[in-house]
């Protein structure tokens, strides 16, 4: 009997962490045309780098919140919070790393050299549809003890 509550509880937890906020490292990108870059010159490319990097650390740290308060929010109430506010961030930081994937293509076929960008997990191109893949299969678990 206490194995089953045990193993009811875990797949409850289980459930409810997979409805909190991702860990913005865990957000798959969305596939963006290089054809919006194709036109830029090196130079705009790298500043382009740098804005796109400087806002995906800031939504990167309003992300690790927005997931660091579903987690205390669902062992307080029960429940993940941040639907309620709208504090996942999770389309715009996927936005921004399919644009910075764009750029980084485009920079190749430019020969131009990008500074190195915050560490924002980026997958290579092949990587990507994978990647979606398995983070749509993932859920993250709590382990309980007796």
């Known amino acids: 009997m206490q194995s089953k509550f045990?193993?009811?509880?875990?797949?409850?937890?289980?459930?409810?962490?997979?409805?909190?906020?991702?860990?913005?490292?865990?957000?798959?990108?969305?596939?963006?045309?290089?054809?919006?870059?194709?036109?830029?010159?090196c130079e705009s490319l790298v500043m382009e780098t740098t804005r796109i990097d400087t806002e995906l650390a800031m939504l990167f740290k309003k992300q690790q919140k927005a997931r660091g308060m579903d987690v205390a929010a669902l062992i307080i109430v029960g429940?993940?919070?941040?639907?309620?506010?709208?504090?996942?961030?999770?389309?715009?930081?996927?936005?921004?790393?399919?644009?910075?994937i764009a750029i980084e293509q485009t920079a190749l076929g430019h020969a131009c050299e990008l500074p190195s960008h915050a560490d924002v997990h980026l997958p290579v191109e092949d990587e990507?549809?994978?990647?979606?893949?398995?983070?749509?299969g993932e859920a993250d678990t709590i382990s309980i003890t007796e």
């Open 79 to 100: 429940i993940p919070v941040t639907w309620l506010y709208k504090g996942s961030k999770e389309p715009e930081i996927a936005q921004l790393k399919g644009e910075m």
């Open 6 to 41: 045990a193993l009811s509880l875990l797949m409850v937890s289980a459930l409810a962490l997979s409805a909190c906020a991702k860990a913005p490292s865990k957000i798959a990108p969305i596939a963006v045309s290089e054809e919006s870059y194709a036109e830029q010159t």
């Open 128 to 136: 990507i549809e994978e990647t979606s893949a398995e983070q749509l």
